[in-house]
């Protein structure tokens, strides 16, 4: 039986990219085919697609969801939004010395606004929106007085490059709280290439939620239960893996957002299933997948729930091969690091 240490590994605080890459297409790419590895540049991806094979992207957007405020009776709060449930209700982390009530009231944004608590969703709070002016709801105050949630690990305040690179160049749908990161390689430049070279290219959307960073608190994986996190798929996107399997193509994900929505979206059979759905699928090594060919990730925390769907896809082998290359030759981990062009395994 699997446990939480058979996914740990030692990577050096140094190796934790704080920025991006300066060019987006520039970061490195490791191409992992079992225990075969190849050190590439991103940009080089074309080289390592067949035409007719179909590139599937996540569209998301990130919203600006960090605010800092005060409890009404004086001490401090940080909320993180986990995910906007209607104009005047979300569900929230918060961070406090201790933690608010229902009823409690968070004062945030100096004041431009407040929320009131009602209640609690696991390790998340119900929060509705005090408005002052009946077009006000969550969105617009995300907009309007919200921070840029950049990931724990990354420890500067966001800056005006971050406004910009904590998104892909195809985002399209606001929503998410988290970038799914391994989109933020693709530059206007390359996607053009990759067009010329004739693959397919379609989008799904799946609103990553800041709970794609919580710990595991479990020692038995299988204990583990998952966070829900809302995806659609569109007509657009089931006609194109439709297609490109009836032609022999390959089906590549675009993270593991995409991954997991692709998986979540798919009948016992593989058929890929139109409309709007949540998701708590929790991938682990045994799984078998029934849309996703190839994967194209970031390199993943030591003990996270996306190190373990990596090792479910590529073999837990491979992973940990890889990992340790990418460690000794310096790779760039996490958010704004590098990327892995990953291969399913057949066993």
């Avoid at 022999?248 to 009948?267: C, D, N, Q």
């Avoid at 949540?278 to 194209?296: A, K, N, Q, S």
Wanted: proline share 5%; charged share 20%.
């Amino acid at each position: 039986m699997l446990t939480l240490d058979d996914f740990d590994f030692a990577l050096p605080e140094s190796l934790i990219a704080q920025h991006p890459a300066r060019e987006r297409s520039a970061s490195r790419l490791l191409h992992v085919e079992d225990v075969c590895l190849a050190d590439l540049r991103f940009h080089d991806l074309p080289e390592r697609i067949a035409p007719g094979d179909l590139l599937v992207f996540n569209d998301a957007k990130v919203i600006k969801a960090r605010f800092f405020g005060r409890k009404e009776s004086g001490g401090q709060v940080e909320v993180m939004l986990e995910r906007i449930t209607g104009a005047h209700h979300a569900l929230a982390q918060v961070r406090a010395s201790r933690a608010p009530g229902a009823e409690s009231r968070l004062i945030l944004a100096d004041g431009a606004f407040s929320v009131r608590v009602t209640g609690r969703m696991g390790a998340f709070f119900q929060l509705e929106l005090e408005t002052p002016a009946a077009q006000d709801d969550f969105w617009t105050m995300a907009e309007c007085h919200g921070r840029l949630p950049l990931p724990p690990y990354i420890t500067h305040v966001p800056e005006a490059e971050d406004e910009v690179r904590y998104q892909t160049v195809y985002a399209r749908h606001p929503g998410a709280v988290a970038a799914p990161t391994a989109g933020l390689h693709f530059d206007a430049a390359l996607l053009a290439r990759l067009a010329a070279h004739e693959v397919a290219m379609t989008s799904i959307t799946l609103d990553v939620g800041a709970g794609t960073y919580q710990p595991v608190r479990v020692t038995r994986i299988a204990e583990h239960r998952m966070h829900t996190e809302t995806y659609h798929v569109p007509a657009a996107a089931v006609a194109a893996i439709a297609r490109t399997r009836a032609q022999g193509g390959k089906v590549i994900a675009v993270g593991t957002t995409t991954l997991r929505t692709l998986e979540s979206a798919a009948s016992a059979q593989g058929e890929i299933q139109e409309g709007h759905g949540e998701t708590e699928i929790f991938i682990t090594p045994g799984y078998r997948f029934r849309v996703v060919d190839r994967l194209i990730t970031n390199f993943h925390l030591p003990r996270s729930t996306l190190l373990m769907l990596v090792c479910a896809f590529a073999g837990i082998k491979p992973i940990r091969h890889a990992y340790a290359h990418a460690i000794r030759q310096g790779y760039r981990f996490f958010s704004y690091g590098d990327a892995m062009l990953l291969e399913r395994s057949e066993e």
